[in-house]
């Protein structure tokens, strides 16, 4: 029902910072708790972020303080601003969307933090 896409990955230098983006399809996106989930090789998939309908956020301790989620509901659009990046914060990056029974995701972004 809903599709998910990603985009504003990329490489960056440790300490720079990029912005990813998710926009969804559909017209009940504002009912959505919207997450951020990363896969790094040889890790599981983790949290990173998690915005509710709301507005209430919540972060993985490894990214508080760097990471800021936001939503704007009337692009349909969920945003992860990513300062002061490191080199574990490389990872594949995916957008979720779920409420109650519903659970969706993206095709995911890759960000690469190096010298």
């Known amino acids: 029902q809903v599709q998910l896409v990603e985009n504003g990955g990329g490489l960056v230098q440790p300490g720079g910072s990029l912005r990813l983006s998710c926009a969804a399809s559909?017209?009940?996106?504002?009912?959505?708790?919207m997450d951020w989930h990363r896969q790094a090789p040889g890790k599981q998939r983790e949290l990173v972020a998690r915005i509710t309908s709301g507005g209430s956020t919540n972060y993985a301790d490894s990214v508080k303080g760097r990471f800021t989620i936001s939503r704007d509901n009337a692009k349909n659009t969920v945003y992860l601003q990513m300062n002061s990046l490191k080199p574990e914060d490389t990872a594949v990056y995916y957008c979720n969307a779920w409420w109650t029974r519903y659970d969706y995701w993206g095709q995911g972004t890759q960000v690469t933090v190096s010298s």
């Open positions: 559909g017209n009940i996106f504002s009912l959505y708790v």
